[in-house]
């Protein structure tokens, strides 16, 4: 089975960014053919200082390398370095209907958040269409509420086939993503860059510790059991809480005696166990940019190779060729 998935480098990498998808890729290329690209195209929606966005596709490649992908077992590579994607992306474009992308919530829900409603934006679904078939992906990873980006590419992919007559891509299934961890920010709303409530995996510890004890708490006094219903600091440690510890966490809340500070300690100490090991890695792979810029050529390559037949067919069914 072929599956499909792509990060975009839009900001240092945070905690959510690990629990809620990367750590799922990674058990993936156990048992599936994967494909994992860096969504440099998608994230100039968002950066448009070049020299911020080069530095982050490093770091994404970086960590994902850092994290235990495997450059031989799957593809890595960058969305810019397949020029196919920007063709293919063309031919969907002419026969996706305004109206499907003008259903898509998530050109809705960034102009909410208040970015500049422009065209990349707003046909983002179609290159992400682009990614998705351009490989003839079989599944790709999601959580439960971005379904809706599956369909819109089974969409076009079906409008395609009824425009030309020919059935060239292969119409990806969502996996959903049973085992992902809800990882609220620091102030109780969803981990994202645009809130600054993220805890980053990587770069000094002191602001790491620092985002980590201010980890929004109520006023319950230490001796007093502490609440953790609607919990930001129970619902973090128990995404950090190795196996076996998870009843320590339980019995802090449930129990008086233990206060929020030392509760705080100690899902650092979890922090830097869990990504200790990587966080070295990551030190190493950046002191040698060359060594990752070869994984990410030689996985371009390696995609090149596998898309070719599909591009070639794409293009007889329009007339190109």
């Known amino acids: 089975m072929r599956v499909l998935s792509g990060v975009q480098p839009s900001g240092t990498l945070h905690i959510g960014n690990y629990f809620g998808a990367i750590r799922q890729f990674i058990e993936l290329q156990e048992q599936h053919e994967c494909f994992y690209f860096l969504a440099d195209y998608h994230a100039l929606t968002t950066v448009q200082d070049p ?5 982050l ?13 495997d450059p031989i077992r799957s593809v890595l590579y960058r969305q810019s370095d397949i020029p196919e994607i920007t063709e293919l992306n063309w031919y969907l474009s002419t026969v996706t209907s305004m109206g499907l992308l003008q259903r898509c919530h998530s050109f809705k829900d960034k102009v909410g958040q208040g970015m500049v409603p422009n065209h ?20 790709v990873p ?19 086939h009824a425009t030309y007559g020919d059935e060239v891509f292969t119409l990806p299934k969502p996996m959903i993503l049973d085992r992902v961890a809800v990882v609220p920010g620091i ?15 990587f770069g000094p510890e002191k602001p790491i510790r620092k985002a980590i004890m201010s980890i929004t708490t109520d006023s319950t006094p230490v001796e007093e059991p502490k609440p953790n219903e609607d919990s930001t600091l129970y619902q973090l440690a128990k995404v950090f809480a190795p196996k076996g510890e998870e009843a320590w966490v339980e019995k802090a809340f449930r129990e008086g005696g233990t206060g929020y500070g030392t509760i705080k300690k100690q899902v650092f100490e ?21 060594a990752v810029e070869e994984v990410l ?3 371009a390559g390696r995609a090149r190779e596998a898309i070719a037949p599909l591009m070639d067919n794409v293009r007889r069914a329009v007339g190109i060729r």
């Not at 020299?51 to 530095?55: A, E, I, K, Q, S």
């Not at 596709?57 to 992908?69: E, I, R, S, T, Y």
């Not at 679904?125 to 078939?133: F, G, H, Q, S, T």
């Open 51 to 55: 020299g911020r966005l080069r530095g």
């Open 57 to 69: 596709v490093g770091d994404l490649a970086a960590a994902f390398l850092a994290f235990g992908l």
């Open 120 to 139: 990349g934006l707003f046909a983002y679904p179609v290159l992400m269409a682009a990614d998705i078939l351009i490989v003839k992906s079989d599944m």
């Open 142 to 160: 999601v959580g439960k509420d971005q379904k809706q980006h599956l369909e819109v590419t089974r969409d076009i992919a079906g409008a395609f």
């Open 187 to 201: 102030d109780g709303r969803k981990m994202s860059k645009s809130y600054g409530n993220t805890i980053d995996i």
């Open 270 to 290: 979890w922090f830097i166990e869990t990504f200790g090991p990587a966080r070295e890695r990551f030190d190493q792979m950046k002191s040698d940019p060359g």
């Open 297 to 299: 050529v030689d996985g």
